[in-house]
C-alpha cells in the first residue's frame, strides 16, 4: 500500500500563491502517476493535475493550465502543486493521488489539505 498526506494548504488572497506537498509513504515503488484533485464545498471531486513518474509528461484542468504547475521530487517521494494567481473559486479542500500502472486510474488518496481564497 501507499500512504499520502498533503501539506500547505491556507488562506491566502486573490491573486496570491501557494505550494502544496505530497509525502508518500510505503510501497512507493509500486506508485506511477501522481495527481492533485480539488473538492468545492458542496461539489463533486474535480481533476486538477497528473504527472507522470518521470515527471515528463503533466496534465490539466483547463480551470488551472498556466496557473498551477505539478512536479515531483521521486528522491524524496514528493509531489508537489505551485498554485499561482489564486481566485476565490479555486477555493477547495486538494487531494493528493497515485496510480500504480502509468496512464491508470487513482488508486491511493491523501487525506486533503484545505486551500481557501479570499476575495
Known amino acids: 500500500q501507499v500512504q499520502l498526506v498533503e501539506s500547505g494548504g491556507g488562506l491566502v488572497q486573490a491573486g496570491g500563491s501557494l505550494r502544496l506537498s505530497c509525502s508518500a509513504s510505503?510501497?512507493?515503488?509500486?506508485?506511477?502517476?501522481m495527481g492533485w484533485f480539488r473538492q468545492a464545498p458542496g461539489k463533486e471531486r474535480d481533476f486538477v493535475a497528473r504527472?507522470?513518474?518521470?515527471?515528463?509528461?503533466?496534465t490539466y484542468a483547463a480551470s488551472v493550465k498556466g496557473r498551477f504547475t505539478i512536479s515531483r521530487d521521486n528522491g524524496k517521494n514528493t509531489v508537489y502543486l505551485q498554485m499561482n494567481s489564486l481566485k476565490p473559486e479555486d477555493t477547495a479542500v486538494y487531494y493528493c493521488?497515485?496510480?500504480?500502472?502509468?496512464?491508470?486510474?487513482?488508486?491511493?488518496w491523501g487525506q486533503g489539505t484545505q486551500v481557501t481564497v479570499s476575495s
Open positions: 493521488a497515485a496510480a500504480v500502472i502509468p496512464t491508470g486510474p487513482f488508486r491511493y
Open positions: 510505503g510501497r512507493t515503488s509500486s506508485s506511477t502517476d
Open positions: 504527472i507522470s513518474w518521470s515527471g515528463a509528461t503533466t
